[in-house]
């Protein structure tokens, strides 16, 4: 069964940095792709970035994130990472990785996605 795990959430001032790690098991398909999303409180769904795991390009779709925002699977394994700089308080909300295995695909609604992790919580304070 597969599963995906988020941590590495928490409180940090505006400024600080925070690295989020999604951990997947239960899987050996690692050709599709996985993506970050963030939900604020009574905000919607937004996608934060999509990362090809075959070709590991990234694309990120959020404006205010990009140059600050980061993805990497450095040893190219069930790991995916989301390292966040220069963290701002409209950061704040509860980040989730989703992962899109044969079959699946990934768009910013993320409506084709297979499987989500249970999200982790960050809060940027001012």
């Known amino acids: 069964q597969v599963h995906l795990a988020e941590s590495g959430g928490g409180s940090v001032q505006a400024g600080g940095s925070l690295r989020l790690s999604c951990t997947v098991s239960g899987t050996t398909d690692f050709s599709g792709c996985v993506q970050w999303f963030r939900q604020a409180p009574g905000k919607e769904r937004e996608a934060v970035s999509t990362t090809f795991l075959r070709g590991g390009a990234t694309v990120y779709y959020p404006d205010s994130v990009k140059g600050r925002f980061t993805v990497s699977r450095p040893d190219a394994d069930n790991m995916v990472y989301l390292q966040m700089d220069n963290l701002k308080p409209e950061d704040t909300a509860t980040y989730y990785c989703?992962?899109?295995?044969?079959?699946?695909?990934?768009?910013?609604?993320?409506?084709?996605?297979?499987?989500w992790g249970q999200g982790t919580l960050v809060t940027v304070s001012s």
């Open positions: 989703a992962l899109a295995v044969r079959g699946g695909y990934c768009t910013r609604d993320g409506a084709g996605l297979n499987f």
